[in-house]
């Protein structure tokens, strides 16, 4: 009887555990389109800034129509795999959660309409309190609640606490001087800082901003006094991406 509850309960629990959310940067109505999201005034680094810092992370997409609508965003704050924390967002947040996105630009002599919105985080009605992973969500407030969310962007706020020392080389475990490259790192801790590297810290490598390779989770390799080293794993392989492949000539 007890094994056959204990089934029954983990079938019961099983739904709960599928529906826990993963956020990502993704567009969720036909109705927008050119999403982007990275640090303001620098198009090409990710949407990361330094706690209690100038910085802000650069939102803009467009929405293809000129209808007024009335958007707005919020913001929750996500744990390292971004799920949601339990966090309560007064302790996470300054001001308030849940605001009116900034009023947009309409195109003008174009082929399509379209309204143009751009919003910088942190701002005058919203700053954050601590480091982490984060999420914003923009929403129409007058949609149906099936219809609601528009679109999502993950954003990360960092403390500096640690020293980061890595390398890229083309002389990798699978290869040498071929079409991959190979990560290493070393992480300098202060002393008693970290007690477990293997649960304490959590690794996310992302090449070129990608998010379909990307690798999380990998072990220390070697730990020795404050240094927490990171190599000759087969997820710090990456193909390299090079459009011009080796060839050879010869004459004759």
């Known amino acids: 009887m007890k094994q056959r509850l204990s089934t029954i309960l983990l079938l019961l629990m099983m ?5 826990a959310q993963v956020y990502r940067t993704q567009i969720l109505s036909p109705k927008v389109m050119s999403l ?6 620098a198009w090409n680094k990710a949407p990361v800034i330094e706690l209690h810092s100038e910085q802000q992370v650069s939102i803009s997409f467009d929405e293809m129509s000129h209808e007024y609508l009335r958007l707005a965003y919020r913001i929750r704050h996500c744990n390292a795999d971004w799920q949601a924390s339990s966090m309560n967002e007064l302790d996470y947040l300054e001001g308030f959660s849940e605001n009116d996105l900034p009023e947009g630009a309409t195109s003008e002599a174009t082929t399509v309409e379209y309204t143009h919105y751009e919003l910088n985080l942190p701002n005058d009605d919203v700053r954050l309190k601590l480091s982490g992973n984060y999420v914003v969500e923009i929403f129409d407030r007058d949609a149906a609640e099936e219809e609601a969310l528009l679109l999502q962007v993950c954003f990360s706020v960092l403390d500096r606490k640690i020293g980061i ?3 890229v080389s083309a002389q990798t475990d699978q290869a040498y001087n071929d079409k991959y490259q190979q990560l290493s790192f070393e992480l300098q801790t202060p002393m008693g800082m970290i007690e477990r590297p293997d649960s304490d810290i959590k690794i996310l490598i992302r090449q070129n901003r990608r998010c379909d390779n990307q690798v999380f989770g990998i072990p220390p390799y070697m730990t020795s006094g404050n240094s927490i080293r990171y190599q000759h794993h087969p997820s710090l392989v990456f193909a390299a991406g090079n459009e011009y492949r ?4 010869s004459s004759h």
């Open 15 to 19: 739904p709960l555990l599928l529906s």
């Open 36 to 41: 982007q999201a990275h640090l303001a005034d």
């Open 165 to 167: 020392d890595a390398k």
């Open 246 to 249: 080796r060839f050879e000539i």
